[in-house]
């Protein structure tokens, strides 16, 4: 389940702790991105993301752990990491009278360096006008804004916290081929997202933290055989109510309409519905892999 790291990995920590007052954010927490990897970084709400993020930025201290980004040590070289790192948060705050254009030029300012042919390549390809003043914006053209300056940024790693919030379908459509255009350059990117979809198609490894601790990490396709088998049947309601019956003598639960019965089990459990579904005879069955979405929600209706 483990993913092969080496010291280059761009992001690396160990035992992190954070507290605030008496709250546990971080309790132990473990985290390493590949160089070149797509990291998914999931949990639900108040698992730990966004603080684990600030401290990867240097803006909260850790009370324990070690944490390495680039090779150094946020709490004492934040200046000089973040030249280095693109992030975009889920809530883009900007200076409400520049206009987009001026917003992408003090951002490129700050940072020192900046790749001025493909900033307009990003513009065009998220439709953003960048004459118009922050404070007309929606919250999509925020994010647009904050989206072209980090991609546009000739940076090694991104850190991404709920990237494409606000944006339309098109322009998430937009967001995704240009992250992965960025990984086939070698770009490393920690991508926080509550859009599951997004992860399975953007990520070659993923992290699901809850209470501020790791309970699955692992390269992608590790984590959708750790899920549960997805059995679906169809038939008449007569027919599947003898199905859950038999299921039900046999200690399965499962989710019953008129004319779909699902459940999830455990692999070692597959011949105990099979076996049910051959006695009554339903001949309409699928069966595979639970996706990731399963998976994390496994996690997050047992932290609720």
Same mark, same amino acid.
């Given at each position: 389940?483990?993913?092969?790291?080496?010291?280059?990995?761009?992001?690396?920590?160990?035992?992190?702790? %954070?507290?605030?007052?008496?709250?546990?954010?971080?309790?132990?927490?473990?985290?390493?991105?590949?160089?070149?990897?797509?990291?998914?970084?999931?949990?639900?709400?108040?698992?730990? $993301?966004?603080?684990?993020?600030?401290?990867?930025?240097?803006?909260?201290?850790?009370?324990?752990?070690?944490?390495?980004?680039?090779?150094?040590?946020?709490?004492?070289?934040?200046?000089?990491?973040?030249?280095?790192?693109?992030?975009?948060?889920?809530?883009?705050?900007?200076?409400?009278?520049?206009?987009?254009?001026?917003?992408?030029?003090?951002?490129?300012?700050?940072?020192?360096?900046?790749?001025?042919?493909?900033?307009?390549?990003?513009?065009?390809?998220?439709?953003?006008?960048?004459? $118009? $003043?922050?404070?007309?914006?929606? $919250?999509?053209?925020?994010? %647009?804004?904050?989206?072209?300056?980090?991609?546009?940024?000739?940076?090694?790693?991104?850190?991404?916290?709920?990237?494409?919030?606000?944006?339309?379908?098109?322009?998430?459509?937009?967001?995704?081929?240009?992250?992965?255009?960025?990984?086939?350059?070698?770009?490393?990117?920690?991508?926080?997202?509550?859009?599951?979809?997004?992860?399975?198609?953007?990520?070659?490894?993923?992290?699901?933290? %809850?209470?501020?601790? *790791?309970?699955?990490?692992?390269?992608?396709?590790?984590?959708?055989?750790?899920?549960?088998?997805?059995?679906?049947?169809?038939?008449?309601?007569?027919?599947?109510?003898?199905?859950?019956?038999?299921?039900?003598?046999?200690? *399965?639960?499962?989710?019953?309409?008129?004319?779909?019965?699902?459940?999830?089990?455990?692999?070692?459990?597959?011949?105990?519905?099979?076996?049910?579904?051959?006695?009554?005879?339903?001949?309409?069955?699928?069966?595979?892999?639970?996706?990731?979405?399963?998976?994390?929600?496994?996690?997050?209706?047992?932290?609720?």
């Amino acid at each position: 389940m483990t993913t092969t790291i080496t010291d280059d990995s761009p992001v690396r920590v160990r035992s992190l702790v %954070k507290r605030f007052g008496r709250l546990t954010a971080l309790d132990g927490l473990d985290l390493e991105v590949a160089a070149g990897q797509v990291h998914g970084f999931l949990g639900p709400n108040g698992a730990g $993301k966004s603080t684990t993020i600030r401290i990867l930025l240097g803006l909260h201290r850790p009370d324990a752990g070690s944490v390495r980004v680039l090779g150094r040590d946020p709490a004492r070289e934040a200046s000089s990491i973040n030249r280095e790192i693109s992030y975009v948060p889920g809530d883009v705050a900007l200076w409400p009278n520049l206009t987009g254009g001026q917003v992408l030029d003090a951002l490129a300012g700050l940072r020192g360096r900046r790749d001025r042919a493909h900033e307009d390549e990003l513009v065009e390809r998220f439709d953003l006008d960048p004459s $118009k $003043k922050v404070r007309t914006y929606s $919250k999509g053209n925020r994010q %647009k804004v904050a989206l072209v300056a980090a991609l546009a940024a000739p940076t090694r790693l991104l850190v991404l916290d709920e990237p494409t919030s606000g944006l339309d379908p098109l322009m998430e459509r937009a967001f995704t081929e240009e992250i992965a255009c960025a990984a086939a350059q070698g770009r490393t990117v920690l991508l926080s997202s509550h859009i599951l979809a997004e992860v399975q198609r953007l990520c070659s490894a993923v992290t699901i933290i %809850k209470q501020g601790r *790791v309970v699955e990490h692992g390269d992608l396709e590790t984590l959708r055989r750790l899920a549960l088998t997805r059995i679906e049947l169809r038939a008449d309601g007569r027919t599947l109510g003898r199905v859950a019956a038999e299921l039900d003598e046999r200690g *399965v639960l499962a989710d019953r309409t008129d004319e779909l019965l699902s459940v999830q089990v455990e692999s070692a459990l597959v011949p105990r519905v099979m076996g049910a579904v051959a006695t009554c005879r339903v001949t309409d069955v699928s069966c595979g892999p639970a996706g990731l979405e399963d998976l994390f929600l496994r996690h997050y209706e047992d932290s609720r």
